[in-house]
């Protein structure tokens, strides 16, 4: 899979943004601040929903602006797909899939992309949360039906909140509160199947996480990840350290006596205490957490094992060729060892898409298109030559917004207008994200 034309309208500091990438290596070059990685950040939406920097979609929204659209269209092999998506800055984001209204949660089907970013440090640095994130991630990507899941489990986790925490205040004893049955049952049902599926994730990554780390680090240092799971009475949100995942039983009956277990200490502090939202992956190397005592190379080496594991892992189990992989200003942090290793891994792939403020950092093989931005607007580009046998679509990949019309006129989609609103490029349809 490849991306061959991408189009912004109110983008982040883009007010318009147009631009043609091939196959291969494609690099965009900037200084810091001039919005490259706002290229990247759009590109990675269609798959994760999602930004890598930003938890919420407005600071995606340009200054002023009520809504931005980013499309794409992508190639596998002589097929090709316009996938559009209007980002409101307030209710329910807007999707289309060439030209016909879809709902947001249905762009992951047809988009796969692997973004690593200097952030990913906090996957294996930081909070359980980020690790909570990034597994969520790539299991819908895996599986576009989990995201139905996931937000299912997170809105019933927060009725449940909500009412413990009403029963807290007013005293409330658990024997009479009845409807709270009704919600362990809904929490039991989804934190399970969630549960269950980031078990299999972690069994699928541990040899690909292996092969990368060694390809990266030239070293084999055991890299290891395991789920605590506080169904199993490991709470990483309390700063335990257990890697139990070896369920005695099913996952389902574990989940319900752990919340009977918990059901005090839960109307006590009104917070609901077990389930996957509470749960950590952890990460070893050497037998030893990495959160603690990795040194910083091996903190990159598996942050970057991570996402080159998943890109495998997709890769492996898909119908849409290579997931699109994005390198996000990592080569200025690698040393020249690193460099080239990754470049080499990198090269791979149907298409891979790499940032940067200094064109010398990044290897030479991976400098085949180069795309310079400037100040939220691209100042140039180097030719791409036609994907798949087939000719660029019409259009200067230099160009205004308006010069994108000629690129994306057979798809049965409206152009966008530089001139125009979000909402002129893509009309309201009527379909609610309830991500």
Same mark, same amino acid.
């Given at each position: 899979m490849i991306v061959e034309h991408l189009s912004l309208v109110d983008f982040r500091n883009y007010a318009a943004a147009d631009v043609v990438l091939g196959a291969g290596a494609n690099v965009f070059i900037g200084r810091n601040g001039q919005g490259k990685t706002n290229l990247a950040e759009a590109l990675a939406y269609f798959a994760t929903l999602g930004s890598h920097r930003v938890s919420t979609d407005a600071p995606m929204v340009r200054h002023g602006a009520d809504a931005a659209v980013?499309?794409?269209?992508?190639?596998?092999?002589?097929?090709r797909v316009v996938l559009e998506v209007q980002i409101n800055k307030q209710g329910s984001n807007k999707a289309r899939v060439g030209g016909a209204p879809v709902k947001p949660a249905e762009l992951p089907r047809y988009a796969q992309v692997v973004l690593f970013a200097p952030e990913d440090l906090q996957i294996v640095r930081g909070d359980p949360s980020a690790r909570r994130r990034f597994a969520d991630q790539l299991l819908v990507q895996r599986s576009p039906r989990m995201a139905g899941v996931i937000a299912d489990y997170d809105r019933v986790l927060r009725q449940r909140n909500a009412l413990l925490k009403s029963a807290r205040a007013r005293g409330i004893r658990g024997d009479q509160l009845g409807t709270l049955d009704v919600w362990d049952d809904k929490l039991v049902t989804l934190g399970a199947a969630l549960i269950d599926a980031r078990l299999a994730l972690a069994a699928d990554l541990a040899g690909p996480l292996s092969r990368a780390y060694a390809a990266i680090a030239g070293a084999d240092h055991d890299p290891r990840l395991e789920?605590?799971?506080? @169904?199993?009475?490991?709470?990483?949100?309390?700063?335990?350290?257990?890697?139990?995942?070896?369920?005695?039983g *099913?996952?389902?009956?574990?989940?319900?006596?752990?919340?009977?277990?918990k059901r005090p200490a839960e109307l006590e502090r009104g917070i609901t205490l077990v389930g996957p939202h509470r749960d950590d992956l952890v990460l070893r190397v050497r037998g030893l957490p990495v959160r603690g005592y990795a040194s910083h190379g091996e903190s990159w080496s598996v942050a970057l094992g991570l996402r080159l594991a998943s890109a495998e892992l997709l890769r492996s189990e898909s119908m849409l060729g290579d997931p699109i992989l994005i390198l996000d200003d990592v080569f200025a942090e690698l040393d020249a060892d690193r460099r080239a290793r990754l470049a080499a891994l990198a090269a791979d792939y149907e298409q891979v898409i790499v940032t940067s403020a200094v064109e010398a950092d990044v290897p030479e093989a991976l400098r085949?298109?180069? @795309?310079? @931005?400037?100040?939220?607007?691209?100042?140039?580009?180097?030719?791409?030559?036609?994907?798949?046998?087939?000719?660029?679509?019409?259009? *200067?990949?230099? *160009?205004?917004?308006?010069?994108?019309?000629?690129?994306?006129?057979?798809?049965?989609?409206?152009?966008?207008?530089?001139?125009? *609103?979000?909402?002129?490029?893509?009309?309201?349809?009527?379909?609610?994200?309830d991500r």
């Open positions: 980013v499309r794409a269209r992508l190639a596998h092999g002589r097929r789920w605590a799971l506080s @169904v199993q009475g490991a709470d990483p949100e309390e700063g335990a350290d257990d890697e139990r995942t070896e369920l005695e *099913s996952t389902v009956d574990l989940f319900r006596a752990a919340l009977a277990a085949a298109h180069v @795309v310079r @931005v400037e100040a939220g607007t691209i100042v140039g580009i180097e030719p791409v030559e036609p994907a798949a046998g087939e000719p660029v679509a019409a259009g *200067s990949a230099g *160009s205004e917004a308006g010069g994108s019309e000629p690129a994306v006129r057979d798809t049965g989609v409206p152009a966008m207008d530089a001139g125009g *609103s979000a909402t002129d490029a893509v009309p309201p349809v009527g379909v609610a994200d």
